[in-house]
């Protein structure tokens, strides 16, 4: 499957986003999906996941109750709508997709997406 992540930009502290990831060549149904995100100097870290069906979703605390994943399996994209954005939150962001588990580490991944970078100004 090739992932393609998009919807990244320069917004201000306080406003929204959503990102979406495209897949391609296979069925995005297959996948457990999982959005994770590299700050500049530090290493790349878990945000949010979603399962197959997307019943289940997980997050990280620092985002907890401010971002949402979902997905849409028929249009082949998931989605990470982030809102009361944080200059902290700048970062580029990465979706991942996971045949076995629900993504929540780097390990758990078997496809990576580029990348789209945040950019939250104070």
């Known amino acids: 499957v090739q992932l393609q992540a998009f919807g990244g930009g320069l917004v201000q502290a306080g406003g929204s986003l959503r990102l979406s990831c495209a897949a391609s060549?296979?069925?995005?149904?297959?996948?457990?999906m999982g959005w994770f995100r590299q700050a500049p100097g530090k290493e790349r870290e878990f945000v949010a996941a979603?399962?197959?069906?997307?019943?289940?979703?997980y997050y990280a605390d620092s985002v907890k109750g401010r971002f949402t994943v979902s997905r849409d399996n028929v249009e082949n994209t998931v989605y990470l709508q982030m809102n009361s954005l944080k200059p902290e939150d700048t970062a580029v962001y990465y979706c991942?997709?996971?045949?076995?588990?629900?993504?929540?580490?780097?390990?758990?991944?078997?496809?990576w997406g580029q990348g789209t970078k945040v950019t939250v100004s104070s």
């Open positions: 991942a997709a996971s045949l076995y588990r629900v993504p929540s580490t780097l390990n758990d991944s078997n496809y």
């Open positions: 979603i399962s197959w069906g997307g019943r289940t979703t």
């Open positions: 060549g296979r069925t995005v149904s297959t996948y457990a």
